[in-house]
């Protein structure tokens, strides 16, 4: 873990486009050589002990699209303009001592100026909007060669685009077969790196739907452990039918199912996942939890969160994908009706729940479909018999192969983290913990790990 003031010699670095220093023990406030930072697009330094107010040259800097400032100790008033008015690009959370207050009779004034310039142009709007779809239609538009756009930065591609960068749908380029379509890897002409390419199987009941909902879903969704959508393809296929495919980005490392519960032949491809490693998992997917539950405008429920949903990239680092079953809950009543996760209404403590079973699989390397829950007793019933006394006896042995303080790591990571994954995975859904509360505590456990190893 990295320690003291952020080195202000990050400044020069003038070409820098993505800066990820989250997670860390960082004091003070972001160096003033911040400004030169013109080329930078993502900057996270969420988790840390930063403190001051938030720097008015952030808005400033043009490229950037995506600032996590999220549970430090920033106080003061909240810059508007540049990223931070944009929808979603800014986290903040976790910091008590921000206001976004004006004084009164300036509010006043920039009230007046909005509405004079607000209601002609929403009136402006409607008209031509009304315009354009009495003008063009749905069904046009559904038969448009070219893919509507998600938003402002991503761009269309066809069906032909699709047919070429999977090289006619080949076998060879074959990652895998889901519930609403089937997963290929392959190049797009305009990018370098491979991608992957999602095709939805439209003669599946509600496939349609799970295309809609999850191009919604994406729209208005920014972190940077969900999966991030390329381009999206809405168009028609040699045959004249509706063809559907969205393009995300393409991970290395393949999902945590095939990590956690290799088939046959891959035993001898895959590596072991070390207690590290799983550690950074959970803390890469309880992060988007909570922000897709606590953080957005309207929370948003996965519904299907699952570990072949889990993918992870080159550096082991994992992304939350497929959005085809999620749903925006009511702000009023945070839930939406409906069963999910053993309970009669769909909540966000479905996905605590999902999460919870996804821990335990991670700590015992046990399936809850095992052959050896057959007798009615559950993944979640076997760690709870064993907790805490015999936990040593349910954990997956391959984790801790190579560990020197077995002892230490037992009771200050091990113990704590089946704790999470039983309190997640309660009966009742008033008894799961929120996914804030989760993510802190994992945190600490990564931190106490990291200690443990001088890391």
Known sequence: MLSGEIPSSLGQCVTLEYLEIQCNFFVGRIPQSFMNLVSIKEMDISRNNLSGNIPQFLKSLSSLQDLNLSFNNFDGVIPTGGVFDIDNAVSIEGNNHLCTSVPKEK???ILVLVLEILIPAIIAVIITLSYVVRIYGRKEMQANPHCQQINDHVKNITYQDIVKATDRFSSANLIGTGSFGTVYKGNLDRQQDEVAIKVYNLGIYGDQRSFSVECEALRNIRHRNLVKIITLCSSVDSNG?????????????????????????EHSERKTLTLNQRINIALDVAFPLDYLHNQCASPLVHRDLKPSNILLDLDMIAYVSDFGLARCLNNTSNAYEGKYGMSEVISTKGDVYSFGVI???????????????????????????????????????????????????MQNCMIPLVRIGLCCSA?????????????????????????????
């Open 427 to 455: 009966a009742s859904p008033k008894d799961r913990w929120e996914m804030g509360q989760v993510s802190a505590e994992i945190l600490k456990i990564k931190h106490i790990f990291s200690s443990i190893h001088g890391v």
């Open 241 to 265: 039918a509706d063809f559907k495919a969205l393009v995300f980005q393409y991970m290395a490392n393949g999902n945590l199912d095939t990590w956690l519960h290799p088939r046959a032949h």
């Open 107 to 109: 509010g006043t004034k």
């Open 359 to 409: 821990l335990l699989e991670m700590i015992t390397g046990s399936s809850p479909t095992d052959e050896k829950f057959n007798n009615g007793t559950s993944l979640r019933e076997h760690v709870a018999r064993a907790f805490p006394k015999n936990t040593y006896e349910i954990v997956d042995p391959r984790m801790l192969q190579g560990e020197m303080n077995i002892t230490t790591v």
